[in-house]
């Protein structure tokens, strides 16, 4: 795991110091080695900070030449079949000096080009420039698990794992992007390709850009972003229904998954939190490993969300070297203040704070960790699919006005329960339930809240069904794994771990098991009132069933108390008129009236609420003018 960063300028020479500067902002992401290439003729120039994973050598230290010395790369990631794919190369490989997967990707390119792309299996963000032709190829994995950053304007190309070495390039250069604030207010984070900044681009997740650098401009930019992989198109027109041979093939893939992900020359060991995904994870990682594994939670001794206990009794049963870390809410406070520097733009995700918490002390024992992150998205484990179904019968749907209506005059759970009827545009609905399952605003409240309320989230909600037409159910989770999974949850873990140098792998993203699960039956996911109902029956054939009946909690904080006792410093800065007013985003007395409500007891009004102070923070804590 590392931090990747490239700088391209067209009619100046780059300035090295530029780059190196903002490559040592990524150091956290690599803090055991630096490297740079610069072209002769000082065009471009690449950086990378290395942790090291795979070949603790010098020799593995990027950026790397190919052996023929024509391709140099700089890579973030693993690639989880990269024995395998060293048999393809024209010596088998024999003659590679490293034993690292960064040596048998860029020989890989040398030799196949971008048709490479399609054999790897991995998580990756990385550029591969080709000194001979002076081509750029940038490239980001199947589902988004590392990222890439983009900037260009007529002059510069800027590449880089995060976005502060972008703006450290940039200077203060970046302007806020006031189109992004509606997406931020209903989606809680910034859908991809968007971004907080102007000219700045989250690049897209199994995709490929390709460009050519000539004189005095870029070779059709935007033209040669291309799919090396596209999950609508793998959605075929069969479903499969087999109960049997499905749990057969899940329990092949996911042990395939794990076994691969479980290579690495530095210590290893797994999240877990004693919920389905991350126990099946450990479960199979304890079985294949030849090691003991080390297993890591976090007891939050004074909350209400301790799920610690069934970490334990997961733990005994599978005999890991267990570490749990028990913790006081003040300490998970404490991290407030890293908030966004860590995340770089607006992020409202709280569970970021106890996933830097368990990150933090994970880190003490190991440099990677396995996590359950995607079971939930692949095999329906949320509310909102439930939801969708609802939504989805025609006969609800001419009622939903007045289901609305009525429920604002009960009491606060069946008005968050009725915020889900108030919807107008059925074509955004998808977008729609997951703002209202996550507490944000709906459309309507944007347009009473916004000051200028103009937006639009078709982009957000498109879903391609190329080879059959698709559940509503399905198209919620395919929603999901586009948007909620690559700019949220994968976000929050890549951040929150990286700050303190750890990587984290995603074995059930494996893009195989990701074809598998959007192939499957919903019923073989949903099944009566049981929801993951597969993947429940693969981890049942590993663990005892009965730890597993207790409700569904997740890795949340009570953000809704603390904004009303050791936050309301936030609510009171952040959330007042002045600060408000300052940038003329949203309406003041609208806040204020949201405040009221708040405080007098509608505590489920405390992620609109959270979202408003992320937001006006950041632009406190960046200088910037929005």
């Keep these: 795991m590392c931090g990747i960063s490239g700088y391209i300028s067209l009619k100046n020479k780059i300035r090295p110091d530029g780059l190196k500067e903002a490559n040592a902002l990524l150091q956290h992401r690599g803090p055991n080695a630096e490297g740079f290439y610069f072209s002769d003729d000082e065009k471009i120039g690449l950086g990378h900070r290395r942790l090291s994973i795979l070949d603790l050598s010098n020799n593995a230290i990027q950026p790397m030449f190919s052996r023929d010395g024509r391709f140099v790369i700089v890579f973030n990631g693993e690639i989880y079949n990269f024995r395998e794919l060293k048999q393809s190369l024209p010596d088998k490989g024999a003659s590679l000096t490293t034993t690292s997967d960064t040596e048998v990707l860029v020989d890989l390119f040398a030799t196949f080009g971008t048709q490479c792309l399609k054999e790897l299996n991995g998580m990756f963000a990385f550029a591969i420039y080709d000194v001979q032709e002076k081509v750029l190829t940038l490239c980001r994995d199947h589902s988004g698990i590392k990222p890439i950053f983009i900037f260009q304007d007529e002059d510069d190309f800027i590449f880089a794992s995060e976005l502060k070495a972008i703006q450290s390039i940039r200077k203060n250069r970046l302007r806020v992007n006031r189109n992004v604030i509606p997406h931020f207010l209903h989606f809680g984070f910034i859908p991809h390709p968007l971004t907080i900044f102007g000219n700045v681009e989250k690049f897209p997740a199994a995709h490929f850009l390709q460009l050519k650098i000539v004189p005095h401009c ?72 030849p090691n003991k594994i080390n297993t890591f939670s976090i007891a939050v001794a004074d909350g209400k969300y301790n799920e610690s206990k069934y970490a334990v009794e997961v733990a005994q049963y599978l005999k890991t070297n267990h570490h749990e870390f028990s913790v006081k809410e003040q300490e998970v406070m404490e991290l407030i203040n890293s908030l966004l520097p860590v995340y770089d733009e607006p992020f409202a995700d709280s569970s970021a704070l106890p996933t830097m918490m368990v990150s933090r002390l994970a880190k003490k024992f190991v440099t990677v960790a396995l996590s359950g992150d995607g079971g939930d998205e692949l095999f329906m484990g949320y509310g909102a699919y439930k939801w969708a179904n ?198 003041s007395s609208e806040v204020e009236k949201l405040k009221k409500e708040y405080a007098a007891g509608r505590e489920y009004l405390f992620n609109r609420l959270w979202v408003i102070i992320v937001l006006h923070w950041w632009l406190e804590e960046n200088s910037v003018a929005a």
């Design 390 to 587: 609802v939504l989805d019968n025609k006969n609800l749907s001419l009622l939903r006005h007045p289901l609305f209506a009525a429920s604002k005059l009960l009491s606060d759970r069946y008005r968050r329960a009725g915020g889900l009827f108030g919807y107008d545009n059925s074509k955004n609905l998808r977008s729609h339930i997951f703002s209202q399952e996550q507490y944000f605003f709906s459309e309507n409240e944007l347009h009473d809240i916004l000051l200028h309320p103009v937006f639009d989230f078709e982009n957000e909600n498109t879903i391609h069904e190329r080879n059959r037409k698709l559940s509503a159910v399905e198209k919620q989770s395919l929603w999901d794994f586009k948007y909620y999974l690559p700019d949220d949850l994968l976000v929050k873990v890549d951040r929150a771990s990286m700050h303190y140098s750890l990587e984290i792998r995603v074995p059930l993203l494996d893009h195989r098991i990701v074809e598998f699960a959007y192939n499957l039956d919903s019923r073989l996911k949903i099944k009566g009132s049981q929801m993951k109902y597969l993947l429940k029956r693969v981890l049942f054939e590993e663990l005892p069933k009965k730890i597993f009946e207790r409700p569904k909690w997740g890795f949340s904080i009570p953000l809704k108390k603390w904004l009303k006792t050791d936050l309301s410093y936030l609510v009171n800065k952040y959330a007042s008129t002045e600060i408000i007013e300052k940038y003329q985003l949203v309406k």
């Design 218 to 289: 870029f070779d059709d930019f935007h033209k040669k972003i291309f799919p090396f992989w596209d999950i609508e198109s793998k959605i075929g027109n069969k479903l499969i229904v087999d109960e049997k041979s499905a749990t057969a093939e899940l329990k092949s893939l996911l042990y395939n998954s794990v076994e691969k992900q479980l290579v690495s020359d530095v210590p290893i060991g797994t999240f877990l939190s004693g919920g389905v995904d991350s126990s099946l994870v450990t479960a199979i990682a304890s079985k294949v490993s």
